[in-house]
Each structure stands twice: as structure tokens, then as C-alpha cells.
């Protein structure tokens, strides 16, 4: 790879040539995605001070921000069937997604999951994912009601816990990685109940950096 490319969207010269200067001197990007891990594309690379790459990141993220649109899934909102993570993932489900990272080819996903219900209404969510040739990556979700109806849950590759919330067809979750990136989530249940569209977004610094577009399919 030769270098990232500016979006063709936000292709216009200013950005193009303070994108160009801040990647020539500093030639380094962190993507932690999945596999929730740093990534560096140039190992041996000069890392910038923290101040340097700031200031770069911010020349960057104010003329960019304005390119990188807010998703457009809203229309898969409906009033019905009415999502509920314990009835959808309680056994085996399977996602196949495309996962796009920020000046990089898109890469598929597939995702096998194994959920159960504890008998204190725990669902336990077990998740294999592979991306392209990386080793398989496992991660554990628990999610949880609230005596006030409200849900909650926790994740192995999260700092801190997630946030979830129901309307309709829609389940909205929201965490933070232990990278620091924060990742939002928006699942749609299809009619009949056995498929979810899940469309995702990675951001660092409010300005996003990956999102999926996944299809999930209960296998039983």
C-alpha cells in the first residue's frame, strides 16, 4: 500500500493537502475494530507526540466531518416485531457483514454466535469472529433487565459497560473499547423474527473512522 487515499467525497485540495502533510510526517494509524487490538500499518514509523498528533488530527476531523454522513438505516425502523436480544440470541446465530475501515478495502466478516439464557435471566452471548485471514477472535457479551424493566450489559473487549435500549424492531447499544474507541450499534429485527440488520459505527474523537453493515441469522 502506497498510502491511504482521501475519501473521493472530500477529495477537494485543502483537505487533500493537510491529509497528505500530517500522513508524510506522521505515517502511523491505529485501527482496532474486532479484533480490538492497535494496529500499526508502518511499525517503524516516527509515533508523534501526543500534542502534534492532535493538533493534525483536528486540522483533519473539521473539514472531513462535514463528508462523513450520519447512516442512512433510519428507514428500517418499524413499530413491529419488537426486538428482544434474550428471545433473538438464545442459540445459534451467524452474521456475514462487510466491514468498512477508513482508507482501507472493505473486508468480510462472519460472526457464529452462541447464546443462553442463566437462570437469573442472564443472556450470555459468546461470539467467534473472522476477519479476512486474521486468527478467530472470541468475545463475551451478558446482558441483563432491570428490575425497572431497563437493559445492561457488559463485554470482554469493553471498557466499562454497555448501553442498550429497545424501541420497536430496534435495539440501539452503545460501549467503549479498550482502545478508547466508541462504538454504537443499531440492530433491525425482521419480519418473522429470524434476521437482524445490524449497521455499526467506530469513532475516535466523535469523527468515525469504521462502520459495518452485518446480516444476523438464527440457525435454530
Same mark, same amino acid.
Given at each position: =500500500?502506497?498510502?491511504? +487515499?482521501? /475519501?473521493? =467525497?472530500?477529495?477537494?485540495d485543502v483537505v487533500r493537502t493537510l491529509y497528505e502533510k500530517c500522513h508524510r510526517r506522521y505515517d502511523w494509524i491505529i485501527v482496532a475494530v474486532f479484533r480490538q487490538r492497535p494496529l500499526l500499518v508502518r511499525p517503524n514509523a516516527e509515533r508523534p507526540s501526543m500534542k %502534534?498528533?492532535?493538533?493534525?488530527a483536528l486540522l483533519l476531523a473539521a473539514p472531513l466531518a462535514g463528508c462523513a454522513s450520519t447512516p442512512q438505516h433510519t $428507514?428500517?425502523? +418499524? /413499530? +413491529? /416485531?419488537?426486538? $428482544?436480544?434474550? +428471545?433473538?440470541?438464545d442459540g445459534k446465530t451467524v452474521g456475514e457483514g462487510t466491514l468498512k475501515v477508513d482508507f482501507s478495502?472493505?473486508?468480510?466478516?462472519?460472526v457464529v454466535s452462541a447464546g443462553h439464557i442463566e437462570p437469573d435471566g442472564t443472556l450470555? @452471548?459468546?461470539?467467534?469472529?473472522t476477519e479476512r485471514d486474521e486468527p478467530v477472535h472470541t468475545r463475551t457479551w451478558r446482558i441483563q433487565k432491570t428490575?425497572?424493566? %431497563?437493559?445492561? *450489559?457488559? @463485554?470482554? $473487549?469493553a471498557r466499562g459497560p454497555v448501553h442498550l435500549d429497545v424501541e420497536g424492531n430496534r435495539l440501539h447499544i452503545r460501549f467503549t473499547t479498550k482502545h478508547g474507541l466508541d462504538t454504537e450499534q443499531w440492530l433491525y429485527l425482521q419480519p *418473522? *423474527? %429470524?434476521?437482524?440488520?445490524?449497521r455499526m459505527v467506530v469513532r475516535k474523537f466523535a469523527f468515525p473512522l469504521a462502520s459495518l453493515d452485518e446480516t444476523i441469522t438464527r440457525r435454530n
Open positions: =500500500m502506497i498510502g491511504p +487515499a482521501v /475519501p473521493a =467525497m472530500c477529495r477537494h %502534534r498528533f492532535l493538533l493534525c $428507514s428500517l425502523a +418499524a /413499530p +413491529a /416485531p419488537v426486538f $428482544s436480544p434474550f +428471545a433473538f440470541f478495502d472493505p473486508t468480510h466478516t462472519h450470555i @452471548l459468546v461470539q467467534h469472529i428490575d425497572d424493566g %431497563r437493559l445492561t *450489559g457488559t @463485554l470482554t $473487549s *418473522g *423474527g %429470524r434476521v437482524a440488520l445490524n
